[in-house]
């Protein structure tokens, strides 16, 4: 029995609390958090059994967030690449990983994102694509922009781009954001600093990778995934 078969039978358990429900500098936390221990619930067949995700849901240009559109977008042209790895650093083949992202000016294309800023009718801001067999994935996209939110006085989120991977079935996925090298507005970012150890913040931040740029055309980042153990991807659940 595959260990990825063994976590099916015994149910799906966040591994640790990093980061915690509440976090009250995080606004929004206050009224999401569970106020009572949560009590495991015994998944259905369905929620363990599908659906099941393959290459032929996923189009050719989905990984590549400059191609989706007449033109190009606007922005620094970027390459996010890295391994999706479990605890002992094994890959994670022929999984979907999707991504999600504000445009180069920190706007979402999204109804509720109010933030005065163009939207860039050559981004979308959605991505996805499979692991192969050594557990890669690559994106091709433009570094998205920093934007404010109401979460406290003059707030503004670190640059990041959202990561979902779905796991053999919808009770399985993860969902975490990745954050770019020496963001200056780490410091006073509640979602980021949500994550209390330090430590754990770092595994949040891609490393800029000058072997994966490509001359001319686009800078590289890289940013590993990984599912358990010390060296634990913080997730939100
Ligand atoms: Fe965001």
Redesign the pocket.
């Known amino acids: 029995m595959s260990e990825l078969t063994r976590g099916v039978l015994l149910g799906y358990r966040r591994e640790n609390a990093d980061p915690p429900y509440l976090h009250p500098d995080y606004q929004a936390t206050r009224t999401r958090a569970p106020a009572e221990p949560l009590v495991p619930l015994a998944h259905t067949l369905s929620e363990v059994t599908g659906p099941v995700f393959g290459h032929e849901r996923v189009r050719e240009l989905d990984h590549d967030l400059t191609r989706q559109h007449d033109g190009e977008p606007l922005g620094e042209r970027i390459i996010l690449h890295g391994r999706v790895l479990d605890g002992d650093g094994r890959p994670l083949r022929n999984t979907l990983i999707e991504m999600?992202?504000?445009n180069s000016a920190g706007r979402?294309r999204h109804d509720v994102d109010r933030h005065p800023a163009p939207l860039d009718p050559n981004f979308t801001g959605g991505g996805r694509c499979m692991t192969d067999d050594e557990g890669r994935y690559r994106f091709i996209t433009v570094k998205?922009g920093a934007?404010p939110w109401r979460n406290h006085e003059n707030a503004w989120?670190a640059a990041?781009i959202?990561l979902s991977l779905f796991g053999p079935a919808f009770a399985t996925r993860l969902v975490t954001?990745m954050y770019f090298p020496g963001d200056p507005l780490f410091y006073q970012d509640p979602i980021f600093n949500s994550v209390r150890e330090p430590k754990h913040r770092e595994l949040m931040i891609s490393s800029f990778d000058l072997s994966q740029t490509v001359p001319e055309w686009a800078l590289a980042y890289e940013f590993d995934i990984v599912l358990r153990g010390r060296e634990a991807t913080p997730t939100e659940t």
């Open positions: 999600w992202q504000a979402y998205p934007y989120r990041h959202h954001q």
